[in-house]
Every structure is written in structure tokens, then in C-alpha cells.
């Protein structure tokens, strides 16, 4: 969703924006092209391959204007008082991508996709200290009810204790290594009958992993006080999610600085003393945004994602 992001963000001559998932890069070069040689953009990511690939893209076309930072969105704030030197820095725009780009879905060694086979390391960076190492971890370690846990809450996947139960049954002849090792167990879960749906089951319980190993969700908690913090008066920041899970905690945070009292219903009067800190932006009378049908032929990829986006007040 790279044009509507950028048709929400309204970037201008001079401003100072930030990617925080620079990935692919879409979304860092296009803003670069719109705030010119005065304007910066500050691109955050943990993965090394994204970032060698930005900086190779900034040498070979000599662009100026883009500041790279090998970090995780989450520490924001930090990067920003890091790179520009500056406790008080504010920018124009933010957006947030949480989408895998193609290049981290195809890269075997990491394991995102049960569509290579490839081991079952699952993490956005090496470098980053994570309460789990890996996905091979957690499938040779967790109990049959913690895995379960895992795929209920992360992966919203209604096969979880089964599949949970056959990872225990076969991890007891052979440690879980691999995709293909992880994509097996799974189809020896399901009954047959259920076998047309079986890459959707494959892709939600890849996703709970993912998500585990990497904290995904907890990053993205703590990113959206700092982002609206780091936002000036009438700065846009503007986030596309993939699933469900990260969708309900950017629209409930959205929902909750929205508002000037947070109180509960039962609280007759005031005390919360919270301010209206943002504005939804709509989209024809919603509050999100879905790619267009043409999009979605061009990259099946996107065919879940939902944009939101905020004005500071």
C-alpha cells in the first residue's frame, strides 16, 4: 500500500520523516524523492540484508537525504535523539510497514516461509537479544500446552492443540530442524478432508513463531506512544498491518488517544485527566484502508492489509 501511505502522509519540500520497517525500501525512497536535498528521512530496521541493500542503493544513486539506523522500531525515540543529535527532535510523518518484504520471505535461511525449506531461525536480526533464540527453540522445548498457547493466541489457528501434540510426538524421534520438518508435522495433523486449507494453517502457526521470536507485538506497543510523541502538531504517521492481532492494537491505541476521557463507563465524573492527543483520518467514512483490487493481482501479498492513519493534534 505504498501510494495510499504516501497519499496519507503528504510529505512535503523540506520534511523530516520516518520509516521504521524499511525493508524493501518503497516507502524510504519515495519520501527521500518527495522532501528533496533539505528534507530527511531516517529508515530503522534489524535486518542487515535490508539495511546493506539501502545503503548499496544510496551510494550507487548517491542520495543524500536518508539516514540509516540498524535498530528495532520500538526504540524510536532513541533513534531519533541518536541520529540528529536532539532530545526535542519532531518530524513531519511516520509510517509503519509490518509486512515481510519478499527478500526476508525468500531467504532460506531464515525460515519465514514453509514455501523453501530452510532452518527454523525465524528472527528479524541475530543481534538483538530476544527471550527466544529461535523457532527451533521453542518446537524442541515448550510443553504440548504452552505450544498450543503460541499458536491459539498468535497464529488464531483452531487445529493449535493438535498440532501441538504432534510436534511432541515427533520431536520425541528426531529434533524439529526445518521448515519442511515444521510443514510435515503439520500436514500429519490435519485429517485429510481438511487438506485444501492446509497452506493457510501452515502460514497462521509460521506466523505465531514469527511473532514469538521476534516480540512483534510488543515492539509495536511500545512504538505508538513514542510515535505520536516524535509527531509534530499535525504530523501523520500512518500504519499498515497484516493480521488481525497487530490491526486491534494499533485501532484500540488509535481509539484511546482519540478521546479526552478514558475513564471507565461506571466513573461518573472525570479523573483521568487524559488530552486528545490525535485525529483519524478516514478513508471514504472508514477508518482503515484496504489495497485495491489491483493491487492485490499485482501482489497477492497484500490482500490482507489494513492501513490507519492519525493527525496530531
Request: proline share 3%; aromatic share 8%; with cysteine.
Amino acid at each position: 500500500m505504498l501510494d495510499d501511505c504516501i497519499e496519507a502522509l503528504k510529505p512535503s519540500l523540506g520534511g523530516y520523516y520516518v520509516d521504521g520497517t524499511l525493508g524493501g525500501g518503497g516507502y524510504t525512497f519515495k519520501l527521500s524523492d518527495k522532501v528533496g536535498k533539505k528534507g530527511r528521512v531516517m529508515a530503522i530496521d534489524l535486518d542487515n540484508l535490508a539495511i546493506e541493500n539501502a545503503k548499496e542503493k544510496i551510494k550507487t544513486e548517491k542520495i543524500e537525504n536518508v539516514l540509516l539506523v540498524k535498530d528495532n522500531f520500538k526504540n524510536i525515540k532513541d533513534c531519533a535523539e541518536r541520529v540528529f543529535d536532539n532530545k526535542k527532535m519532531k518530524f513531519d510523518g511516520i509510517v509503519l510497514d509490518l509486512g515481510l518484504s519478499s527478500a526476508q520471505l525468500d531467504d532460506r535461511e531464515r525460515g519465514f516461509s514453509f514455501k523453501h525449506n530452510g532452518l527454523l531461525d525465524m528472527s528479524f536480526s541475530k543481534d538483538e537479544a530476544k527471550g527466544f533464540e529461535s523457532a527451533i527453540y521453542l518446537l524442541n522445548n515448550l510443553k504440548s500446552n504452552e505450544l498450543t498457547r503460541i499458536f491459539r493466541k498468535f497464529g488464531e489457528e483452531p487445529w493449535a492443540q493438535k498440532i501441538g501434540k504432534e510436534i511432541i510426538k515427533y520431536r520425541e524421534e528426531k529434533e524439529i530442524k526445518s521448515t519442511k520438518d515444521l510443514s510435515d508435522i503439520i500436514e500429519e495433523a490435519i485429517p485429510k478432508r481438511f487438506s485444501p486449507g492446509l497452506n493457510k494453517i501452515k502460514a497462521r502457526i509460521f506466523q505465531a513463531l514469527r511473532i514469538v521470536v521476534n516480540e512483534e507485538l510488543e515492539s509495536l506497543e511500545m512504538f505508538l506512544p513514542q510515535a505520536i510523541e516524535l509527531l509534530k502538531k499535525d504530523g501523520i504517521l500512518a500504519i499498515v498491518s497484516y493480521h488481525s492481532l497487530e490491526d486491534r492494537i494499533v485501532k484500540k491505541f488509535f481509539e484511546k488517544e482519540k478521546r479526552e476521557c478514558i475513564c471507565p463507563s461506571e466513573i461518573p465524573v472525570c479523573r483521568c485527566d487524559h488530552e486528545v492527543k490525535i485525529k483519524l483520518i478516514k478513508f471514504k467514512n472508514k477508518k482503515f484502508k484496504i489495497p485495491s483490487r489491483e493491487e492485490i493481482e499485482k501482489n497477492p501479498r497484500a490482500r490482507s492489509a489494513h492501513m490507519r492513519a492519525v493527525v496530531k493534534i
